[in-house]
């Protein structure tokens, strides 16, 4: 350290402290990075690698990016994974005696981004916390840049895929784990397989003091209900997020005032596998929005309004009063027209007031941010009244949640001008007539134009130059300036102060104070700028909280307009919802395919599913034929409905449905070493351990992945399962025919086909499901379809006859197959009989014993 240079000195001194990240050391007007920071950023950056002298031997590897666009950098270093230490300069350097004092302000990392370049407007940024102590975990969620903060407790033996569906629910970008979370490998093993995301393992003093922090943080009354007591494994999720945001963050935190406590028996249970299958957000193709049920419902006008949505999406609500009051408000939106284009209308001119707040709480908001927050106050009152002209009392305790806010509105527009900059260094921030100090030296230092016009007259008329001028630039300041052909006139008083080609340039002692003056005015200006902008801020800090809670309402307001807005637009009706069983439809619509289908005809169909006569339906037909999209617009009709959204469909009742699980599609995990049969099963197995009777299942294909009679044996028993022992609405599409013998001997098992026109060996899918068992699969016709060649559909069709023809002869073997699953479950067989062969060692038994203990049980069964 002792060969450094002290700026070097100062650098290595900084960076010890932050050794895991890519440190940005401010110098100038640039952040710089050094070493192996330097060579990294480089190389990820694409940045050029020079050098700089440190005092050693050896010159020190250097990058840098401009301070004024540094967030472009960051951004992109944040989306590799890495974290970045913001150092600055904590001193003006012109003021500054010796060596510029400079110190970290802050750490970025994937959960802790605010700056608005760096995220998506309609997408929350979520940090999540978990803490596991014995069976229990405590799960928190918070999204720095907009200060909205959730709490969980998660108990018993399925704890792990508890945890596994909250991450879901919130797609965190960063992850925050005590030491006792490394025992559930199941996930550990998702997240790092699953999401992308910044793991962050924090130790154990990181919880101490767990009840002062909370208590400092939120006060004496944190949420105590639900199990989320302060000393328990929740109340530690939360104070260890605290302690990772106040490490990273050093100031700001007082962003998260309040934490929601929630239980995960508030919103429907969506698996990983369900919320990709029914596309809510993403395509799972593509990963686009576009094609998604958020795509079709998007109509909002804020970017409060947008996360807002996607929240709704991805935790539909399982009580029936609470989406019966969206529902009400939806409708009284979608019957006045005018007064919702007028809500609209306003809303596309509000402010992302929760990130704004966030920036200012920061005391990074710009001038130009705070004026478009009084911007966004100005549509409040409007606001407030349209929403209270509704006849809707759910509409009007809405509008109460709207403060006008006009204190904060005429508090902005009196200090600041209307044509703020983005930025302070160049000042116009402060509005004319709210500071006297401001508004004298903006005199002077516009007023100095005038001045030096009036001495370039006087200099003039004295001297007799005609050429003679006043001018300025920022390396020599302020001269005078006289060509070379009149340098004999000048006076004695004017001292050279450069040569050019064709003049010369000189200053006065008269000059010289008038440029002190100016030059001092508006120095003076600038800090006196900053100051008033930095009060304002400090001001509008102290009123987050009604901000917050407008912004909260407005938001809803949003959401529910555009709900309103889509059901007018695509024809929509308020669907049914109570806490009864049934699931009826009548000619339901695919949301999404529909709107994907623009200007074609979409065909309709009903559903009837009730738990009782109609509890489980299986639905045969050839692929293409539309089996899975009648099942996925079930699901997403469903789905829409327990938002609190109007459905695609001419009439529909909803019973709650706590859990929407589906099996669709053929894929494979590779990284996890499971084949596409193995991924089938497991996803199998989960829904049949987490369904209960209030769920919906969707079940699309089982056991195609294995040879026909094991395959046809699982899907049997799996029917068997859903139908006797959970007795929850179920969809069940399949090619294995022989299963539509169900419907004769388990109750509630109900066949319907996919209709279909056939010509010869021409087909037309005619998108209609209507009752009974399909006659044929048509998967030659299909393939033909879908182009394969004439000589091996040729080919596929005699073969096809030949195992026709073979299966009419082993058609009593397979009946008999059928009818021995039957007796296995039935308690036909005497215990004592059972007790025998469960005792009976078959790697012993001799070939007489065995047809001794075969005689034995016949003649049994046929007693």
Not at 242 to 249: E, F, G, I, K, S
Not at 388 to 404: G, N, R, T, Y
Not at 444 to 454: A, D, N, P
Not at 543 to 562: E, G
Request: negative net charge; aromatic residues 6%.
């Amino acid at each position: 350290m002792a060969e450094l240079s002290p700026m070097m000195a100062q650098y290595f001194e900084i960076k010890q402290q932050h050794k895991d990240e890519i440190l940005f050391f401010r110098l100038g007007d640039f952040y710089e990075m050094f070493f192996d920071d330097a060579i990294l950023a480089s190389k990820e950056l694409e940045l050029t690698l020079t050098g700089r002298d440190c005092g050693q031997a050896e010159r020190a590897p250097m990058c840098g990016v401009p301070f004024h666009s540094y967030e472009s950098y960051v951004a992109r270093l944040i989306a590799k994974g890495y974290k970045v230490a913001i150092c600055e300069q904590m001193e003006d350097p012109a003021l500054a005696k010796g060596l510029v004092k400079r110190d970290v302000i802050r750490v970025i990392t994937p959960g802790t981004v605010i700056e608005s370049s760096m995220l998506q407007d309609d997408k929350n940024n979520y940090i999540c916390s978990i803490y596991l102590e014995g069976d229990k975990a405590g799960v928190c969620f918070a999204d720095v840049s907009t200060g909205q903060t959730y709490a969980t407790l998660l108990n018993g033996a399925a704890v792990s895929g508890q945890i596994i569906t909250e991450l879901c629910r919130y797609n965190p970008s960063e992850v925050l784990l005590n030491e006792a979370m490394l025992s559930l490998k199941d996930v550990t093993a998702y997240i790092k397989q699953h999401m992308a995301c910044a793991v962050e393992l924090m130790e154990n003093e990181a919880y101490a003091d767990a009840q002062d922090a909370l208590n400092d943080q939120f006060g004496e009354g944190w949420p105590v209900s639900g199990g989320l007591a302060k000393d328990g494994p929740a109340g530690f999720a939360v104070s260890g997020l605290l302690t990772y945001l106040r490490r990273t963050q050093k100031h700001g935190v007082e962003r998260l005032r309040t934490v929601v406590s929630y239980a995960e028996a508030q919103y429907m249970q969506l698996s990983p596998v369900t919320r990709a299958n029914l596309e809510l957000t993403q395509t799972m193709r593509g990963r686009e929005k576009r094609g998604t049920l958020l795509w079709v419902l998007d109509k909002t006008q804020t970017a409060m309004g947008k996360r807002l949505l996607r929240s709704w999406l991805e935790q539909p609500l399982v009580s029936a009063p609470a989406i019966n009051d969206r529902l009400d408000c939806v409708q009284a939106l979608h019957g006045e027209s005018v007064q919702r284009a007028e809500i609209t209308e306003t809303l596309s001119h509000v402010f992302d007031m929760e990130r704004l707040m966030t920036r200012t709480v920061y005391g990074s908001a710009t001038p130009k941010e705070i004026y478009a927050l009084a911007g966004t106050c100005r549509q409040l009152p409007q606001l407030r009244a349209l929403t209270e002209s509704f006849d809707c009392p759910q509409l009007k305790a809405l509008a109460v949640q709207i403060d006008p806010l006009t204190d904060i509105h005429d508090r902005i527009v009196s200090a600041i001008d209307e044509n703020a900059p983005s930025t302070l260094k160049d000042g116009g921030v402060i509005r004319a007539g709210f500071s006297p100090e401001v508004d004298e030296l903006r005199d002077i230092v516009h007023g100095g134009k005038g001045f030096l016009s009036q001495m370039e007259a006087k200099l003039k008329e004295e001297t007799g130059i005609r050429t003679l001028k006043v001018g300025f630039n920022r390396v020599f300041g302020y001269y005078i300036e006289v060509s070379k052909s009149f340098t004999d006139q000048v006076p004695a008083n004017f001292v050279r102060k450069q040569t050019l080609a064709n003049a010369e340039r000189y200053i006065t002692e008269d000059l010289k104070n008038l440029e002190n003056k100016i030059l001092g005015a508006n120095e003076r200006l600038l800090v006196l700028e900053r100051k008033l902008f930095e009060e304002l801020l400090f001001d509008l800090s102290a009123q987050l909280t009604r901000i917050q809670s407008t912004a909260a309402a407005v938001a809803k307001l949003d959401v529910l307009t555009a709900l309103a807005q889509v059901a007018a637009d695509n024809n929509y009706v308020r669907p049914t919802v109570d806490e009864g069983s049934e699931l009826l439809i009548q000619e339901g619509r695919h949301p999404v395919i529909e709107q994907m289908l623009k200007g074609s005809l979409f065909v309709p169909n009903d559903t009837t599913l009730d738990c009782a006569e109609n509890n489980l339906l299986i639905i045969t037909g050839p692929n293409m034929a539309g089996k899975s999209t009648y099942m996925r617009q079930n699901a997403l009709i469903a789905l829409m409905a327990q938002i609190g959204s109007f459905v695609p469909a001419k009439e529909c009742r909803v019973g709650v449905v706590d859990a929407i699980f589906t099996r669709v599609g053929a894929s494979d995990d590779l990284s996890a070493g499971q084949s596409t049969f193995m991924v089938e099963m497991t996803e199998v197995a989960q829904i049949l351990e987490y369904a209960t009777r209030k769920s919906l299942v969707i079940l699309d294909e089982i056991g195609r992945g294995t040879s026909t009679f094991d395959g046809m044996s699982i899907a049997r028993a799996v029917v068997e399962h859903i139908a006797v022992k959970i007795g929850c609405k179920t969809l069940f599409a399949t090619h294995y025919h022989e299963l539509t013998e169900l419907e004769d001997l388990l109750p509630g098992v109900k066949n319907y086909n996919i209709a279909v026109k056939k010509r010869g060996d021409d087909i037309t899918f005619l998108r209609r499901i209507v009752r009974g068992p399909a006659d044929d699969s048509y998967g030659i016709q299909v393939a033909k379809l879908a182009g394969l060649p004439d000589e091996v559909t040729e080919r596929a069709k005699q073969v096809l006859k030949t195992l026709d023809a073979a299966s009419q002869s082993n058609k009593r073997v397979t009946q008999l197959d059928f009818e021995a699953l039957e007796a296995m479950n039935s308690p036909a067989v005497p215990s004592e009989m059972m007790d025998k062969l469960s005792a009976l060692d078959v790697e012993t038994l001799t070939p007489i014993e065995a047809l001794n203990f075969l005689y034995e049980l016949k003649k049994t069964l046929d007693n």
